[in-house]
């Protein structure tokens, strides 16, 4: 596998289910973020984490839960979600704060909560 | 009011049509203009970055160019395998989180 990689690709969960999303990147990078796409908007940044630390949090729900046990990996844990959250998560990784800042996106979750 | 603007929101060209896409940004102290090409359902594909005004890199078809307020994607013979969504992204001194315009969505007809 290279670069970023994102699982599963697609996924349909009712408002009560517990699921979560996964990301992997393969290139070496110490800062991860997650994004939310929907239709017409713009990327919202929902989480940052730079050397496995949390460094953003924008005033997302708490019905969305990040996790970062290390550097290559990172997760969204999901419960209680509402029909309004349906959208694309994509995940990035960048070399870090102080470093090159491209950021390198996976493929991406399409999300439908019902 | 939003830092990075895309014009324009969406462009049809026809095969062959060549055109510019434009970012304006007013982020202070501009470290990195970022520019993606993103497919539908798919996640942004890394294009280019630009770090200082008069810099231009390029492509296959496309050119991106620099200046203190703006960046132009220039798209020169385009193909209908050119249809996507556009994003750009200016990162600010001080910062390494890039700001996101909402993007131009290109079609070619061919």
């Known amino acids: 596998e290279t670069g970023v990689t994102q699982t599963p690709r697609h996924l349909v969960m009712g408002m009560t289910n517990k699921k979560s999303l996964k990301c992997e990147q393969h290139?070496?990078?110490?800062?991860m973020y997650w994004y939310k796409q929907s239709a017409k908007k713009p990327l919202e940044l929902m989480f940052v984490?730079?050397?496995?630390?949390?460094?953003e949090n924008n005033s997302v729900p708490s019905r969305f839960s990040p996790e970062c046990p290390n550097s290559s990996h990172l997760f969204l844990h999901l419960h209680t979600l509402q029909p309004e959250d349906s959208a694309l998560y994509l995940c990035?990784?960048?070399?870090?704060?102080?470093?090159?800042?491209?950021?390198?996106f996976g493929p991406g979750t399409r999300l439908l909560v019902l | 009011e939003d830092q990075v603007t895309q014009s324009p929101e969406a462009l049809r060209l026809q095969e062959g049509e060549s055109s510019s896409l434009n970012c304006s940004y007013t982020?202070?102290?501009?470290?990195?203009l970022f520019w993606y090409r993103q497919d539908p359902g798919k996640g942004p594909e890394f294009l280019f970055t630009?770090?200082?005004a008069g810099e231009e890199k390029e492509k296959e078809r496309l050119k991106a160019t620099l200046t203190k307020k703006e960046s132009f994607l220039h798209i020169t013979a385009p193909k209908p395998e050119d249809s996507a969504t556009y994003l750009c992204?200016?990162?600010?001194?001080?910062?390494?989180?890039?700001?996101f315009g909402r993007g131009t969505s290109l079609i070619v007809h061919p």
């Open positions: 290139l070496g990078h110490n800062a």
């Open positions: 630009l770090y200082s």
């Open positions: 982020v202070s102290g501009l470290r990195g």
């Open positions: 992204a200016a990162l600010e001194g001080g910062s390494y989180i890039p700001t």
């Open positions: 990035a990784s960048s070399q870090g704060e102080g470093n090159q800042e491209t950021q390198y």
């Open positions: 984490y730079n050397f496995k630390e949390q460094t």
